[in-house]
């Protein structure tokens, strides 16, 4: 039996082509997303269907939302790098920006019970911010890092700060060349949580700057982050309980900060409150 013959004997199946056809066709994608504002969990739905949707996600879909959801962190993040690749690609950039990884001990870093992971209801990224976590040599690197989110451990401890951020271009960065001139190891019991790569303790390697403690409102030796091949930073730390007027005063020295080249884009309008290290206390936007 010829193939024509097979159509005509079997129409349905002709139909569901055709469907699937519409479905994946990239330009409808496109307009669907863009009517619904790239709904991040619509995006992850999508993804999940089958291999290509999934294909066409990490190709396209998720470039655009990071584009759509933080245009000038973005845009600086591109400048420069070789046909505006990411680092780890895009669906890994899109899940760091929305995605608060948790937390578990590490050899600098013990806790009682780990804290998991969770979408991030908004975040805010900043540069300024970033470059606290730079020592002297590798001031001229770019790097965006998140405000801590705050999940509670122990009636008895400290809130536990988790953050995130992103180097730009890191294979030539400062940073990953000290890396290499000091001949640190790779850390042999953490992955990053973002694209699965190994990563270096920047505590073992001890280029932790005093700013790093003092920006995430923690106090020196009570902190630790990693580093991956791709630029990913993800780390913990012990924040320092905040009396009414402290918090006043941080407040106006964010806002200060702002004006100074952070990075504000629009996320998901709704707050969360951290209830069992399941969301932010804080009400960060990016």
């Known amino acids: 039996m010829s193939a024509a013959q097979r159509r005509r004997l079997n129409p349905l199946s002709q ?25 991040l969990q619509v995006l992850c739905l999508t993804a999940s269907v089958n291999r290509k949707l999934r294909a066409i996600a990490k190709r396209l879909l998720w470039r655009k939302l990071c584009v759509y959801r933080a245009p000038r962190m973005v845009s600086a993040l591109v400048n420069g790098s070789p046909n505006g690749r990411i680092g780890g690609g895009w669906d890994a950039l899109a899940k760091l920006m929305f995605f608060c990884c948790g937390c578990e001990s590490t050899r600098n870093f013990k806790l009682s019970r ?13 540069k300024t911010s970033g470059r606290s ?6 001031r001229a ?5 998140s405000d801590p989110c705050e999940h509670p451990v122990g009636d008895k401890e400290d809130d536990v700060g988790i953050y995130r951020g ?4 890191f294979l030539r960065s400062n940073t990953r060349a000290c890396l290499i001139g000091r001949q640190v190891a790779f850390d042999d019991r953490v992955r990053c949580p973002y694209c699965g790569t190994r990563v270096w303790s920047m505590t073992a390697a001890r280029l ?9 409102g923690s106090r ?3 902190l630790e982050y990693f580093v991956c091949v791709n630029g990913h930073l993800h780390g913990t730390c012990w924040l320092v309980p905040l009396s009414s007027d402290e918090e006043n005063c941080e407040e106006v020295e964010e806002e200060g900060d702002e004006e100074g080249g952070d990075f504000n ?13 399941t969301g932010s206390r804080r009400s960060l936007m990016f």
């Open 114 to 126: 780990p804290s998991p992971g969770h979408f991030a209801g908004a975040s805010r990224f900043s």
């Open 166 to 169: 992103v180097f730009r271009g």
């Open 141 to 145: 690197d770019l790097l965006f890092v």
């Open 208 to 216: 932790v700057p005093k700013s790093a403690a003092r920006r995430l």
């Open 265 to 277: 884009g629009e996320a998901y309008k709704k707050h969360e409150k951290v209830t069992n290290g």
């Open 15 to 39: 139909e569901n082509e055709s469907d699937d056809s519409g479905i994946l066709n990239e330009c409808v994608l496109l307009l669907v997303f863009e009517s619904i504002k790239w709904d």
């Open 220 to 222: 020196d030796g009570r």
């Open 133 to 138: 976590f730079l020592t002297k040599k590798c």
